[in-house]
């Protein structure tokens, strides 16, 4: 299969997994308990609806039609950029997600740089020496680091450097000047985990009849390793970075809810608190649709990298 059949199968592969993701969104509504219209009217602050006030707003959110037709017009409209409105503001979801989102994606790209910048040394480090005092102690700081949940480094970040330091601020502001303190809180448990899957990569790299050759022709050590071992370990190491950026959007929740960082996390969680199932809805749907697009070019590249992932597909 030539690169044009590779793209076209895996774009298709793509296509059925956000149809399979919009079903499982979409079915947050008529699977969540209590009727959707009487949750939208308490969220208008009408404490005491009628049943005449219920049965109109079914009307108006469509739940009096077939969920076949229900789904339909879901992803005709998510296609179209209509998430709905919010049952709080009344506003468009998708224009609220919007509005917040280039905070999350800027706390979100500084993780992931932060991320890379521990994860591929550490691992470098950890192969060169396997075995040894430093692979010992860089295993034991991944192993600790993967079972810190990133909510909890930064309480620590906040008590140690902003409370006792004055480093960073309680509240931040969205800014790049701010990013820091909760993106290392949410760099530090991926990073971990990537260090120790790109160092397996490395080790199996390092024990393969091609590195041997080259260790027979003199090749040094760092040579050897990042020469080449590390092409060869940087595919799965880019598989799990692909994954991991679902991770950092989905974490990036609770953290910025502990740095009152302004963006998607402050946003889904006042939604959860208002029953605003709507915006949870779209936060679902964008969230889905960032983790497929990702994981499509992921997984392009690797095609691109290694020609037999592409004959895989025959």
């Known amino acids: 299969m030539g690169v044009l059949g590779a793209v076209g199968n895996r774009l298709a592969q793509a296509l059925l997994t956000a149809l399979g993701a919009s079903l499982l969104v979409w079915a947050l509504l008529p699977l969540a308990p209590g009727d959707p219209a009487l949750r939208v009217l308490l969220a208008r602050g009408i404490n005491d609806p009628t049943p005449h006030e219920i049965m109109v707003e079914r009307g108006a959110l469509g739940l009096d039609r077939p969920l076949t037709?229900?789904?339909?017009?879901?992803?005709?409209g998510a296609i179209r950029g209509d998430l709905g409105d919010?049952?709080?503001?009344?506003?468009p979801v998708l224009g609220e997600i919007a509005s917040?989102?280039?905070?999350?994606?800027?706390?979100?790209?500084?993780?992931?740089?932060i991320a890379l910048?521990?994860?591929?040394?550490?691992?470098?480090?950890?192969?060169?020496?396997?075995?040894?005092?430093?692979?010992?102690?860089l295993r034991v700081l991944a192993l600790i680091g993967s079972a810190t949940p990133g909510f909890l480094?930064?309480?620590?970040?906040?008590?140690?450097?902003?409370?006792?330091?004055d480093w960073a601020k309680v509240i931040a502001d969205g800014t790049i000047a701010n990013v820091w303190a909760p993106a290392i809180a949410l760099a530090i448990p991926i990073a971990a985990v990537w260090s120790r899957l790109?160092?397996?990569?490395?080790?199996?790299?390092?024990?393969?009849?091609?590195?041997?050759?080259?260790?027979?022709?003199?090749?040094s050590r760092l040579r050897v390793l990042v020469r080449h071992s590390l092409p060869n370990a940087a595919l799965p190491f880019l598989n799990a970075v692909g994954l991991g950026v679902g991770a950092l959007l989905g974490g990036a929740v609770i953290v910025e809810a502990v740095f009152s960082w302004p963006g998607l996390g402050g946003?889904?969680?006042?939604?959860?608190?208002?029953?605003?199932?709507?915006?949870?809805?779209?936060?679902?749907?964008?969230?889905?649709?960032?983790?497929?697009?990702?994981?499509?070019?992921?997984?392009?590249?690797g095609s691109l990298?290694?020609?037999?992932?592409?004959t895989a597909t025959r």
């Open 69 to 76: 037709v229900q789904y339909a017009d879901f992803v005709t």
């Open 153 to 165: 480094i930064g309480l620590v970040i906040l008590y140690v450097a902003a409370l006792g330091l």
């Open 86 to 91: 919010s049952y709080r503001t009344g506003a």
């Open 100 to 113: 917040v989102l280039p905070a999350t994606a800027l706390l979100a790209a500084v993780a992931l740089g």
């Open 305 to 310: 990298l290694d020609p037999r992932i592409r």
């Open 198 to 219: 790109l160092r397996a990569a490395l080790l199996e790299a390092i024990g393969s009849s091609y590195v041997l050759v080259a260790r027979a022709r003199g090749a």
């Open 117 to 137: 910048l521990l994860a591929v040394p550490a691992a470098l480090v950890a192969a060169a020496w396997a075995g040894r005092w430093p692979d010992g102690l």
């Open 267 to 301: 946003y889904v969680l006042q939604a959860i608190g208002a029953r605003d199932l709507a915006a949870v809805q779209g936060f679902a749907a964008v969230g889905a649709l960032i983790y497929v697009a990702t994981s499509l070019l992921v997984d392009l590249a």
